[in-house]
């Protein structure tokens, strides 16, 4: 790790993935009010929120020189255990889902759109880590946008 020894990385931090928590974290009340500023915009749309998110995070990803060390924690997350909470950390869901048009969805309550909420990052998640392995990104992008068009078919009342 860029000229940290081993042992002072440990005395700040339990693990790998607790770093990554705690840059993740640095940013989390912004990107909540980015994601409720856009499902505003959006009047409520999920779909269009997780390609926001979906378009933010592989750019960043990507571009961001930093993330080297980020890029290979996430690997690591991706397969284990910490991916849920990550992603709870990451999201608000309670304060997403009070912002989520619902009305037009295939959902009987509170709970059920906060199930397709976190199913829909879930797929976003993977996505972004497909996108990440291939090295056509136009074409993850496309794939990731027929996985929520599938998802869309089949939770919406009037498509």
């Given at each position: 790790?860029?000229?940290?020894?081993?042992?002072?990385?440990?005395?700040?931090?339990?693990?790998k993935e607790d770093l990554l928590k705690y840059i993740i974290m640095?940013?989390?009340e912004s990107k909540n009010k980015e994601i409720a500023d856009l499902l505003k915009e959006t009047d409520g749309d999920i779909f269009e929120l997780c390609i926001f998110l979906y378009d933010k995070m592989t750019k960043k990803?990507?571009?961001?020189?930093?993330?080297i060390v980020f890029r290979k924690i996430f690997n690591n997350i991706m397969q284990s255990k910490e991916k849920r909470v990550l992603e709870n950390n990451l999201i608000d869901f309670k304060m997403i889902c009070k912002i989520i048009k619902s009305n037009n969805l295939k959902i009987q309550?509170?709970?059920?759109?906060?199930?397709?909420?976190?199913?829909?990052?879930?797929?976003?998640?993977k996505s972004i880590m497909y996108s990440k392995m291939n090295e056509n990104k136009k074409e993850e992008r496309e794939k990731f946008l027929k996985r929520l068009?599938?998802?869309?078919?089949g939770v919406m009342e009037n498509i």
């Open positions: 790790m860029h000229g940290i020894s081993r042992g002072s990385f440990y005395q700040y931090f339990e693990s640095q940013d989390t990803i990507e571009k961001d020189e930093n993330m309550n509170e709970k059920e759109l906060e199930i397709l909420l976190k199913m829909l990052i879930d797929i976003t998640f068009e599938f998802i869309k078919f």
